[in-house]
Structures are given as structure tokens and as C-alpha cells.
């Protein structure tokens, strides 16, 4: 499983909004690391600066400097819909008539083609095959005949699937986030101007304050001159759709989203996995860095209810100097590459029963390999505990994950995963869990990767409400 992508927008008094726009973008460098971009506006005409690879690579000082103006926006990008090439990196920009537009977008829509397709025979020519060109083009049409609002939400009505944008249209900065929230998206005060961003770990960086997260279904305008912002509520839906996977995995553990501290979540769904499956043991320890904060909410759970509490400790090491073992060809270089990331120490886990807790299995690989590691360090048990329910079925929503057949519980049998990656037991978190951790029902989450039942009309798969994509076909929503 790989990140998503992240975005950044900013609009400052009387200073270049390049540096901070870089700096957000580093911030968020967890949710991205194919490209990288930024796209300036000095009150005449537009900057940007676009490249392949991590932050800390695509720019240079002289790129920052050469990006003028007191407004921008970011973007850090993993693939998830569209060529791993500089033609989908992003921001993505546009010249019209009307002027110009820069669009960061994290997420992914369901009805792309249909739209694409539309307006290809319209004239509209296509240097990419990512969804993020068809948003731009959409909204460039809507601005010749309309204002930004009326504009933005005649997109917003045609468009369907999971998205936060950070726009600049000329020298102005816009939020959206889709009507049922299921990217973050949150908005902050700078001394000196505000911020958008994916994160508020991003504000923090900026030495802003976290205001509030941008509303499902709305638009955020930040003043030109970096002095204010207006809100317009633009569309509204009975239920949210909230990614639970941004507090299990993707979002940083300093971040608040939706009214929430990831790390104290996090420590709540390790407290309420040992309450739902807590097993009596020497060691318990995380997978790093996933499951520090579940384990620690885990061991503290087990204290309180035991008396006696479990050993706590980091018993596997990891070599952070060692790329992801997701892309790696094969599945041999995986599992070689994830004894290369993780070392045991021995003398904690050596004849001890060990309870392993980690946030999340995919294709089981790494728990195979860890569950091993820690036997041949002389382990006598190791019960592993998940902080997440199975994960059942793919992510249509901005999460590029394994399909169907690459998930090893997608067969539904715990017992199988268990005796597939060698533990002595296997428990996950229950989707009732994570709601109520979550403090959320499970109508305003979206949970089709545990659940193969998704907020989103979706071809081929089951929708978990009623839900329709929009009749592309037909006229242009009413203002």
C-alpha cells in the first residue's frame, strides 16, 4: 500500500509564497514521493516549477527564487490515477481566456473518462491521462460563462469521487474539499497571510494555527493580499465519508484531522484492540513506525486491566537508509529487502512470548518475514495484532493498493492469514471498533477496503448508500 498525494495553497501579505509552499510540501512529503511541484502567481502572470522525485530534489534555491508572488500552491504526488511521468506531476496548469489556473488535487474520480471524453469532443486537448487535467479543463470551461463559485460548483456537480483541491485561479487560492470529505483538507493562520494544506502538521511547520478543516462540500477563498478568507457551502450531503485509513495509516501522528489527533486515535484503536482481542504475553512491541502508537495504547490497556503489565519494547530495529519494499520487482526482493529494513534484537524477544502489533496487512509479505525474524531470534510465540479490520477489497478512492488477488484476507478466513504468515495468533480490529474510536458511525465513513461496499457508484462493486453519479450527459447544474 502507498501514499496519496498531498496539496498546499497559500496567500501572504507582502512576501513570495514559494518558500513556504516548499516547506508545507516537505511536511507532507509522507503522502508523496513520485513529483513534486509548486505554481506561483505574481499579480501578471503564473510560475512553476514541476520535477520528477522527492522535495528536497525537485527544487534547488534557485528554482524557489525564480517562483515569484505572494501566492501558490504545492503538490507531492504517489500515482494513483494516470502515467507515472512528468506529464501527470502537479500542480497541474492551465492558460484561457479568462486567465489562469494552477490545480492541485489529492484523491481520485470515478467518472474521469466519462467527462474526458466529453470534452475532448468539445476540443479540449488532453496532455495526460490523469483525472487531475479533466478537473482543470472542466472548471476552465465553467469560468468562461460564470464567477469562481458559480464556476467551482457546476465542477463540483459534475464530478464524482473522493478529492481536495488546492486551486489558484490567477492570484487567487482556493480550497475544496468533495461533498463527502473523504480527503482531508484543513485551513490555518500564518501571521501573515493563511494556508491550506492536507495536514495541519504542514500549518505547524509554517509556525501557523490550525482554524479548522475545510468542510465536505466546501469552498474556501483566501484573500489575494493574504488579509482573509471567505466559505461558501457549496453542495451538502446527509453523510460524510471519511477515510479511516488516514488515522490508521497515511496521516502523520502529529496531525489533527477532522477534530482529531491521529497519535491519540491511534493509541485509542491500539486500547480498544486489546480490549477486543488482548492476549497475555512477555514482549509487546511494534512494527515500526506504523504501530508505534497502537502498541503503546495496546500496553497500556493490558497494564490497566492485568496489574501486571506486559514489557514494552522497540524490538525490531529499522535501518532507515533502505527504500520501500513496495518496489521492489519481485516478491523475493521484497522479502529480502524487508530483513535489510528490520532487524530483531535478540535479547528482547529471546525466549519470550512476543505480541507483534502493526497497523495494517496487505499482501502479508512483511508479516510473514517479521513473524519469522522474530522465531529465529529465539521468540517462543509471537501473536500478532492488527490495528485495522481485514482489508478485503481494493481502494478506489486515492490509495493505490494491491487488487483483489494480491490481499491475503481477501478470502474472508483469519485462520488462513494466520497460518500463511506463521503467527501462534492473529486478531484484527473490528470495523464497529474503528467507528467508535473514530467517534464517527459507520455511514460517515468510508470503509469499502474492509468492507467491499463503497460511498461511491462505483462500476462493478457495491455501493454502501444510495448514490448515483452525475448525468454527465445533461445540463449544467443550476446556479
Not at 484492540?273 to 514482549?283: I, N, Y
Not at 533502505?322 to 535479547?347: C, H, W, Y
Not at 495484532?385 to 494491491?402: E, K, V
Request: net charge negative; with cysteine; aromatic share 6%.
Amino acid at each position: 500500500m502507498t501514499e496519496k498525494c498531498g496539496v498546499v495553497g497559500v496567500a501572504l501579505e507582502d512576501r513570495g509564497a514559494a518558500h513556504p509552499c516548499y516547506y508545507g510540501l516537505y511536511a507532507l512529503q509522507h503522502r508523496g514521493q513520485e513529483s513534486a511541484g509548486i505554481v506561483t502567481h505574481d499579480g501578471f502572470q503564473q510560475h512553476d516549477h514541476v520535477e520528477m522525485g522527492l522535495v528536497g530534489e525537485a527544487f534547488d534555491e534557485a528554482d524557489i527564487e525564480a517562483l515569484q508572488g505572494s501566492t501558490g500552491v504545492g503538490h507531492v504526488r504517489y500515482p494513483t490515477a494516470g502515467s507515472v511521468d512528468k506529464a501527470c506531476a502537479q500542480p497541474f496548469t492551465v492558460s484561457f481566456r479568462s486567465g489562469s489556473l494552477a490545480l492541485s488535487h489529492n484523491g481520485n474520480l470515478v467518472n474521469a473518462n466519462e467527462i474526458r471524453d466529453e470534452l475532448a469532443a468539445e476540443g479540449h486537448a488532453f496532455t495526460s491521462d490523469g483525472d487531475t487535467e479533466v478537473i482543470a479543463h472542466d472548471l476552465a470551461r465553467n469560468l468562461l460563462d460564470a464567477d469562481l463559485v458559480r464556476a467551482v460548483k457546476r465542477t463540483m456537480e459534475r464530478i464524482h469521487g473522493s478529492y481536495a483541491l488546492t486551486v489558484m485561479h490567477d492570484e487567487t487560492v482556493l480550497g475544496v474539499r468533495d461533498p463527502q470529505g473523504n480527503r482531508p483538507l484543513c485551513l490555518g493562520k500564518l501571521d501573515d497571510g493563511y494556508v491550506l494544506a492536507s495536514e495541519s502538521a504542514a500549518i505547524d511547520t509554517l509556525g501557523g494555527e490550525l482554524i479548522r478543516d475545510v468542510k465536505p462540500g466546501e469552498l474556501v477563498l483566501l484573500e489575494p493580499d493574504g488579509s482573509g478568507y471567505d466559505s461558501y457551502q457549496l453542495i451538502e450531503q446527509p453523510n460524510t465519508a471519511h477515510c479511516f485509513f488516514e488515522h490508521v495509516y497515511f496521516a502523520r501522528p502529529d496531525s489533527v484531522i477532522d477534530d482529531s489527533l491521529v497519535y491519540d486515535t491511534r493509541r485509542g484503536l491500539g486500547a480498544r484492540l486489546w480490549e477486543e482481542s488482548g492476549v497475555e504475553s512477555d514482549v509487546v512491541m511494534p512494527v515500526p513506525d506504523s504501530g508505534r502508537a497502537f502498541a503503546a495504547g495496546y500496553a497500556d490497556a493490558a497494564a490497566a486491566d492485568l496489574g501486571d503489565a506486559p514489557e514494552f519494547a522497540e524490538g525490531l530495529m529499522k535501518n532507515r537508509y533502505v527504500g520501500r519494499t513496495f518496489i521492489m520487482p519481485s516478491q523475493d526482493q521484497r522479502e529480502q529487502a524487508v530483513r535489510l529494513k528490520l532487524n530483531p534484537i535478540r535479547s528482547t524477544v529471546e525466549g519470550k512470548s512476543v505480541t507483534l502489533i502493526d497497523d495494517s496487512i496487505v499482501r502479508g509479505t512483511t508479516s510473514t518475514q517479521l513473524v519469522a525474524l522474530l522465531k529465529e531470534a529465539g521468540a517462543e510465540e509471537v501473536h500478532l495484532r492488527i490495528g485495522a479490520p481485514p482489508i478485503i477489497a481494493p481502494c478506489y478512492m486515492g490509495i493505490d493498493m494491491a487488487s483483489r488477488e494480491e490481499l491475503i484476507a481477501a478470502g474472508g478466513d483469519s485462520e488462513a492469514v494466520r497460518a500463511a504468515v506463521n503467527a501462534d495468533s492473529l486478531s484484527y480490529l473490528s470495523v464497529d471498533g474503528v467507528a467508535e474510536v473514530l467517534g464517527e458511525s459507520r455511514t460517515d465513513l468510508c470503509l469499502g477496503c474492509v468492507t467491499g461496499e463503497y460511498p461511491y457508484d462505483i462500476d462493478g462493486e457495491t455501493a454502501d448508500r444510495e448514490v448515483k453519479r452525475p448525468d454527465i450527459d445533461g445540463a449544467l447544474a443550476d446556479d
